[in-house]
């Protein structure tokens, strides 16, 4: 039978199939061979023995959470307390880009910003919007369960963000912990520790403790370039320009005319360091 993981507790699998979930043990040839199971993936299994003999082929893994087939990411990003990052957006859009995962960006605490800040971040995000990323507000549910549907999504951000508040908004009967910022240092406490896939909204999606692979340490150049959806409207005479000192580079000169928004180039060349 073929069925999905849902949840892992040491080396026991939740594994739902047809409305039921099964707790299943993998086969020892799994550790043999270094195989390891991650939260969202299909599997082949015996509801009798209750063991997992095979993983199907994901479309996609990640190892900070373990998680894999992941069809959109819901990037909490709040306008305050922590305060609002485009450093940090742009590192969670770019992991998704290589992932191949759609990023949505999600505004919160809206309600306990001052106006100017709101219209600055506001003005901000049109960019992002005309390069075609969705930007959705987390008071704006509709939007977002529309969204859900028949999507296996995953909701990250900056700790203490408002991820599990939203969730919880989503649906009142999970009462997921939420975690308050701490003033001093700006940030949350992690309050998801185990990752859970649950059935929402005629789809699918994921608490986690959010991604902390950030660094893309080891992350060939090319890979984060092509990352930048915008720099592809500007094809360069140069093959495989890294668009930092070439000089007549067609990127560098869409950032200088404000074509592209600078934040973003410079962030992109902070993650190929070169900044």
């Known amino acids: 039978m073929q069925g999905q993981i849902i949840k892992i507790i040491s080396d026991l699998h ?13 086969r020892g040839i799994f550790r043999k061979e270094h195989i390891t199971p991650l939260v969202g993936d ?31 990411a819901f990037l909490i990003t709040s306008l305050v307390q922590p305060d609002f990052s485009l450093n940090l957006l742009d590192k969670l859009i770019v992991l998704m880009e290589i992932n191949h995962v ?18 600055r971040v506001y003005d901000i995000l049109e960019y992002y919007k005309s390069i075609g990323y969705k930007v959705v507000s987390n008071q704006d549910l509709e939007t977002i369960e529309k969204l859900l549907h028949g999507k296996t999504s995953v909701f990250t951000g900056q700790t203490g963000a408002g ?15 939420t975690g308050e910022v701490s003033l001093a240092l700006g940030r949350g406490r992690h309050t998801t520790r185990v990752v859970e896939l649950f059935e929402l909204f005629d789809g699918k999606v994921m608490d986690t403790p959010g991604f902390s692979a950030l660094d893309f340490k080891g992350v ?16 360069c005479p140069f093959r495989d ?26 962030n992109y060349l902070s993650f190929i360091g070169e900044e």
């Not at 939740?14 to 993998?26: M, Q």
């Not at 949505?104 to 219209?119: A, L, N, P, S, V």
Request: aromatic share 8%; hydrophobic share 30%; glycine share 2%.
């Open 14 to 26: 939740i594994v739902a199939c047809d409305g039921e979930t099964y707790p299943c043990k993998c």
């Open 42 to 72: 299909y599997v082949l299994f015996s509801k009798d023995k209750k063991l997992i003999e095979s993983i199907v082929p994901r479309k996609n893994e990640f190892q900070r959470p373990k998680v894999s087939n992941i069809d959109q």
């Open 102 to 119: 759609e990023p949505i960006i999600c505004i919160t605490k809206e309600d306990i910003t001052d106006e100017d800040e709101k219209r």
């Open 163 to 177: 991820k599990s508040t939203l969730l919880n908004k989503l649906n009142p009967g999970w009462d997921l912990e």
């Open 220 to 235: 060939d150049k090319a890979i984060i370039r092509d990352a930048f959806v915008e720099f592809r409207e500007y094809p």
């Open 241 to 266: 320009c890294n668009h930092t000192k070439e000089g007549e580079c067609e990127v560098k000169k869409a950032v200088l005319a404000n074509n592209i928004m600078e934040s973003r180039y410079l």
